[in-house]
Structures are given as C-alpha cells and as structure tokens.
C-alpha cells in the first residue's frame, strides 16, 4: 500500500526565471483514501440531485471564472509559463464548456424511449460514480473542465491528479468547484507522486479513468485499468499533419498553419506539426511560414504582447532541442530557428524545418513546442500517404480551394479523429474530440462526451 505517513513536495519552477516560486505539501495515502471515500459519499448525495440544480451550479461556476479570468491566467502564468491573453482565453473556454452541458445536459441524458415487446422499455443514463481525471499542464484548467464539467452533470464525482508541476492551478479548481457551491467533497485534488496513481486506479471506490497525457502514459494507466476493470477514456499524443495542396490558397493556408503551430507556445497535442505540401506550391508557402513564424512575439509570459513564452519546465525544452538537432543530422533543412537563446527561461525560438525525411525525429514523433516541419510531397495521393504515415492519429486538415474535394479527403482519406478543411484544429464543446491509433481512445465533449462515463442501461417493463 501507499505510504502512510510520508509526504512528497510539489515545487514550483518559474519557467521564465528557473527558480523556486513556491512550494506545495502533498498527501499521504492516508488522506488520499479519505478524499476518495469523501468524494464517493458526495456522489451517493449528488446523483439524486436533478439535473436542474446541478445546472444553476454549473452556471454559477461558469460566472466565477469568468470574473476571475485574470487571475487565473496569471496562476498559469506563473506555473507554466502560458502567455497571459491566452491564459485569459483559456478560462473563458472552460466558462463555455460550463454553459453548454448545463444547457445541454438534460437533453444529452433523458431516457431514450425504445419500441419492443415489452409495455415499456428505454435507455437510460446513471452516472456510474467517483471518476479519477489524470490531467496535463499544457492546459490546467481547460483539460480539467472539459471532462469534469460533462461528467458532475451526469451525477458522477470526480478527483483530479494533475500534473505535478502545476499544483497551484490544481488547487485552485477544487476551491473554486467549493466556491460555486458545489458539495464540498464532490470534486478533490490529490497532490500525489505519478507513481502512486495505480492504488488510486485499483481503488474499489474509483469506478473509471480519464486521462490526457503522453502515448507512454495512456499505455500504463490502461493496462492499470484494465487489470482492474475500469473503463478509461484516453486522449493522448498527435502529430498532426496538414496538408497544403497545389490548388490552395497559400497566403491563407500559411498564416493559419503558423498560427496553430505556436498556439500554447507550440505545446498542444492538436497544435499543427507536419506540414506536408504539394512541391508546386512549395516555394511560397515556406517563405510566408518562415515570414509568420519569425514575426511571433516571443517574451515574458506576463506580457499582454507576448504571443510565445517559454515551455513549461526546461527539460522540455532540451528535449525538444535534441529532436530539432537530430532530426537536422538526417538530412532534414534548417529555415528558421533551432538555436537555444541565452539567459534565463526555458525559451526555444519559432523554428521551421524542411526537407524532414522520414525516420528524422521531427517526421515521426510529436515535437511538442515551437517547431515547424515541412514535408514536400509531389501530390494529392502522396500527400494523404504521408499524413497517414504516423502512429498517431488526433488531427488532421487540409487546404484546397476545392472545398467539396477539402471534404472528401477529410471525411474518407485522413486517419484522425477530427478533421478541419481550410482551418486549423481546436476542440469546440458541441463536437466530439478524441483520436484514433496511437492517439487514444474515447471522446470528450458533445453529447458523446457526457455518455462515455454513464451506465447506458436497458429498462424493460413486461407485463400487458
């Protein structure tokens, strides 16, 4: 079992400075078994709560976010190094995904009346109980919301395990679902160690696993679950691949590439990675990415002109420098970029490579940060090859002025689980989000997204 009396300590590292900020105290096992038996006795109270009154909470949570907008923003600031104005845009996002399932939530989940033998038989959708979320710092408070707000309006309790270099923002979810109103037990943060999460996994009281995290992660955690059979949802790694085609517009196609490409600092598992373009069109769509990328503010975080921070802790970032340098050394071009500035700061600058082979780092593995790779193809069949020429599968999009042939390539050609055409790739609470392959299993949001962590159940009424 867990250690009892042992606590870990949860510091956090300034990403713009590399220094201690502060220092959090973690939880023994002991406290982490009462919060979950605390969170399961909540549920037993909250899944007789109507769908009504939870949606008034859900309101008012949405309310409180949006007036501590900045706040927030800055917490995340300071613990990930997020620029502020999209820090801001991030708790408005979370605020969104409030509203909607408190608007939608009654309907996602009524009773699905259905014709049989029986005088009375439906579907119905009970919330299965205390839902374990194990959550990243690339987005601390959007990940979290986009899979608790769904899962306490379908009568499910929830504990977090967030990601350990971000437990200010962890902390500060669990007050503000308090602050709401929510029943004080119903959600709970557990400050602990990543190798303590199988005894919360194997727990009896923990009925499934969310996670949003690396390939590797998703790998452990569902044989974890799966030993103990509790169902996970897993969104995991992409990389994604966006495809310029000769008959595109190349201006716009550029800008909206660059701008995906750098949103979160270039730290976003749906951000665009693989540019694969059509050689006719090649020339030009380099020298407009180059353009846009070098243009990106790079600063201080705290900055409301800064548009690209530091990554989130410096061994990231060193990481990422070994794939930019490798992926140079086998033959890949270098365009902008991929020098490590000076100074303090985990920074890496806008960063374009071309010519990536495969088998180069920047082909084959997700480059989370700053970092552009283009990959020149002779067509429209080549181009859909190497898009699908990956472990992964999470997004995916493709420029043409040709927006019935956009489509059909979208629809029938691109192995991902969301597909944009002439836009780049985000998570939107009306639609469902997840992967295929190697990028996870599941889906979040819509009304797909609420129905994952439910008993769909058969109720049948015999008798005449």
């Not at 899944?47 to 923003?73: C, K, P, Q, T």
């Not at 390939?215 to 974890?224: D, E, I, K, L, Y």
């Amino acid at each position: 079992m867990g250690e009892v009396t042992v606590r870990s300590a949860f510091p956090v590292i300034s990403p713009v400075t590399g220094k201690q900020l502060r220092v959090y105290e973690g939880m023994t096992w002991d406290e982490v078994e009462q919060a979950i038996e605390q969170a399961h006795e909540a549920f037993l109270a909250w899944r007789r709560v109507s769908i009504g009154d939870r949606a008034r909470l859900m309101l008012r949570l949405a309310a409180l976010l949006r007036e501590r907008a900045d706040h927030y923003a800055r917490l995340m600031a300071e613990e990930m190094g997020k620029p502020i104005r999209d820090g801001r845009a991030e708790v408005q996002k979370c605020a969104w995904v409030c509203t909607y399932y408190a608007e939608q939530a009654a309907d996602f989940l009524a009773p699905m009346p259905v014709a049989t033998d029986a005088r009375k038989s439906y579907v119905a959708f009970e919330p299965l109980g205390v839902i374990l979320a194990i959550m990243p710092w690339n987005f601390p408070f959007w990940q979290v919301f986009r899979f608790a707000a769904p899962s306490l309006m379908a009568g499910n309790a929830a504990v977090l395990k967030h990601a350990s270099n971000v437990p200010g923002c962890a902390l500060a979810l669990e007050a503000l679902f308090r602050e709401a109103g929510f029943p004080e037990h119903l959600f709970r943060t557990l400050l602990i160690r990543s190798d303590q999460v199988e005894q919360v996994i194997v727990h009896p009281r923990i009925r499934a696993v969310t996670l949003t995290g690396s390939t590797p992660a998703g790998r452990a955690v569902a044989a974890q679950a799966g030993a103990a059979l509790k169902k996970t949802v897993l969104e995991l790694g992409g990389s994604d691949p966006y495809l310029i085609l000769e008959d595109a517009d190349v201006a716009q196609a550029a800008a909206i590439c660059a701008k995906s490409r750098l949103i979160n600092s270039g730290q976003s598992c749906i951000a665009a990675k693989r540019f694969i373009v059509v050689e006719a069109v090649r020339e030009p769509f380099e020298q407009l990415l180059v353009e846009h990328m070098r243009a990106a503010r790079v600063g201080d975080p705290m900055d409301e002109g800064t548009e690209v921070g530091p990554l989130a802790r410096h061994d990231l970032r060193d990481a990422l420098h070994r794939q930019v340098q490798e992926s140079l050394q086998r033959g890949a071009r270098l365009l902008l970029g991929g020098v490590i500035p000076e100074g303090p700061g985990a920074y890496y600058p806008p960063t374009v490579l071309t010519d990536v082979p495969k088998g180069a780092p920047a082909y084959e593995e997700e480059l989370f940060g700053p970092v552009a790779a283009v990959i020149p193809v002779r067509d429209e069949a080549e181009a859909i090859q190497v898009a699908n020429d990956t472990v992964f599968g999470l997004g995916a999009a493709v420029f043409t002025r040709d927006e019935a042939r956009g489509e059909r390539i979208a629809r029938e050609a691109l192995e991902a689980g969301c597909c944009f055409v002439n836009d780049f790739v985000r998570s939107d609470p009306r639609l469902p989000f997840g992967g295929v392959k190697e990028s996870g299993y599941g889906r979040e949001l819509s009304v797909f997204g609420i129905r994952e962590f439910v008993n769909i159940k058969t109720v049948f009424v015999g008798g005449h």
